[in-house]
C-alpha cells in the first residue's frame, strides 16, 4: 500500500485525485509507520468494495499505451484528454461507484462515497440574494473555509461551475478585502464562525458582493452541506450553472506575495485534470492507496512527499 502526502495547494492534485480515482481521503490524523489507518475507521475500509474488486475509472483509458519517452507527461496526456468525447467536464471524470471518498475525523460520521459525492455536486447550486442575480462559468468564487472534508466538498463543487479562489481562512478582514478587491470574485464561501472576524458583513455592504455561508448536514455524510445568503432571504436556481469544459478557468490561486503585490496565478481545468492524472501516473497509483493527510500551502508546491509502507 502506498500511503503518499502531498504539500498542497489548497485544492489542487490531491482532491482531485480523490475525486476522479477511487482513493480514499482521510483528514486530520498523523502520518505513523504503525498505524496506517485510524481504528475506528478500519473495519469501515475493509469492508469497502475497493478492497474485492477494482472499480471503473472514467479516466482509466489515460493507462495505456504508455506515454512516449520523448513527451512531455503533462502535454500527453493533456492531449488525450483533448482527444476523448467522453470527458468535457470535471464531472465527468468522478467516479460512480459506492467506494469510500471521504472518512472525518470523526469516525461516528457516515463515509461520503464517490456515487454520493458526484450527485451531492451534480446538483449543486450557489445561492443568491434577491438584489443579485446567478452567477456562471468563470465566474469567481472566494473561498474561506477551514480545512476538512466541508471544504473539500465545496471547493470541488465550486471548480465544476465557477472559478474558484481559495484563500486561508485565518486571513485578517484588511487582508480578506484586498484578496476580493484583487481576485474580482462575484460572492464569498465562508461560515458562520468567521462571520465576525473577517467582517463578512461590511465587507458585503462595502463590496455589494453576496456572502454564502456553509454549515454541515449534521446526519450526512462527511463533507455534505447546506448554504444560505448572509443577511438576507437565499434564492436557489432551479437547475446548476452550465458546467466548465476543460478550457474554462477553475482555479485562481494567489502568489505569497514576499516579494511585492500578490499575483494572480489562474489554472484550466485542463491544466488540473492533467497535473491529477500525472500524479497518478507518476506514482502508479491504484485504487487501495489512501491519501492520509494534506498541508495547504498559499501557491502550488513542488514539494510532494512519498513514503511507501509494505
Known amino acids: 500500500m502506498v500511503v503518499y502526502v502531498i504539500s498542497d495547494p489548497m485544492f489542487t492534485l490531491d482532491r482531485l485525485v480523490c475525486s476522479f480515482y477511487s482513493t480514499t481521503f482521510f483528514f486530520n490524523y498523523t502520518l505513523t509507520p504503525a498505524s496506517l489507518l485510524p481504528t475506528p475507521l478500519l473495519p469501515a475500509f475493509l469492508k469497502a468494495p475497493t478492497w474485492s474488486c477494482i472499480m471503473s475509472v472514467p479516466l482509466s483509458f489515460l493507462r495505456s499505451p504508455a506515454p512516449p519517452k520523448q513527451l512531455a507527461l503533462g502535454r500527453w496526456v493533456a492531449d488525450r484528454l483533448a482527444g476523448s468525447p467522453h470527458i468535457t467536464t470535471l464531472l465527468d471524470c468522478f467516479c460512480s461507484t459506492q467506494n469510500p471518498a471521504i472518512f472525518a475525523p ?32 468563470n465566474d469567481r468564487v472566494l473561498v474561506a ?37 484583487r481576485l474580482g470574485v462575484k460572492v464569498i464561501v465562508s461560515s458562520k464562525d468567521f462571520t465576525e472576524r473577517l467582517e463578512l458583513i461590511a ?20 463533507g455534505l452541506f447546506d448554504m444560505v445568503c448572509l443577511g438576507g432571504s437565499s434564492i436557489f436556481p432551479r ?19 514576499t516579494s511585492g503585490q500578490k499575483k494572480v496565478v489562474p489554472y484550466s481545468l485542463r491544466v488540473l485534470v492533467a497535473g491529477a492524472w500525472a500524479v497518478v501516473h507518476s506514482w502508479a ?26
Open 285 to 310: 497509483l491504484r485504487e487501495r492507496d489512501v491519501n492520509r493527510e494534506y498541508y495547504c500551502k498559499p501557491l502550488v508546491s513542488d514539494t510532494v512527499e512519498a513514503e511507501c509502507i509494505q
Open 239 to 257: 437547475q446548476p450553472s452550465q458546467l466548465h469544459n476543460m478550457d474554462d478557468l477553475s482555479l485562481v490561486l494567489q502568489t505569497s506575495g
Open 106 to 137: 470523526d469516525s461516528s460520521r457516515r463515509v461520503l462515497t464517490h456515487e454520493h459525492l458526484r450527485s451531492f455536486i451534480s446538483n449543486f447550486v450557489l445561492p443568491h440574494s434577491p438584489t443579485h442575480i446567478p452567477i456562471g462559468p
Open 145 to 181: 473555509l477551514s480545512n476538512g472534508p466541508l471544504n473539500a466538498v465545496a471547493m470541488l463543487s465550486i471548480a465544476c461551475y465557477h472559478t474558484c479562489a481559495p484563500v486561508n481562512a485565518s486571513c485578517t478582514s484588511s487582508e480578506l478585502r484586498e484578496d476580493v478587491k
Open 203 to 222: 465587507l458585503q455592504e462595502e463590496l455589494g458582493c453576496d456572502v454564502v455561508l456553509l454549515e454541515a448536514q449534521p446526519d450526512s455524510p462527511a
